[in-house]
Nanobody, 116 residues
Framework: QVQLVESGGGSVQPGGSLRLSCVVS??????????MGWYRQAPGKQRELVAS???????DYTDSVKGRFTISRDNAKNTVYLQMNSLKPEDTAVYYC????????WGQGTQVTVSS
């Protein structure tokens, strides 16, 4: 069974940066086929897709993170990354990785808190 393990979250001040990692294990497919993405869920809100690979190396971002977040992947390490710069308090959420659309069992996520 495929497992997703997210890490790299933490507490930062507004304007700070974090890099999240998601290790994908148990899959027969390489990451470039799986169209991985990063989702987040803030308290009291629905989970939303914030960044993803679409076809090939093309990427897509929700408007609120464009120019600040960058998704990348290392196929050899079965790891997907989310570089988050210029963080804002509204980025506070639990961040998860999954395919786009979400087809795999959810991992535990990693908490990102942006506060002064």
């Amino acid at each position: 069974q495929v497992q997703l393990v997210e890490s790299g979250g933490g507490s930062v001040q507004p304007g700070g940066s974090l890099r999240l990692s998601c290790v994908v294990s148990g899959s027969r497919f390489s990451l470039d086929i799986m169209a991985m993405g990063w989702y987040r869920q803030a308290p009291g809100k629905q989970r939303e897709l914030v960044a993803s690979f679409t076809s090939g190396d093309k990427t897509d971002y929700t408007d609120s993170v464009k120019g600040r977040f960058t998704i990348s992947r290392d196929n050899a390490k079965n790891t997907v990354y989310l570089q988050m710069n210029s963080l804002k308090p509204e980025d506070t959420a639990v961040y998860y990785c999954n395919t786009r659309p979400s087809l795999l069992p959810w991992g535990q996520g990693t908490q990102v808190t942006v506060s002064s």
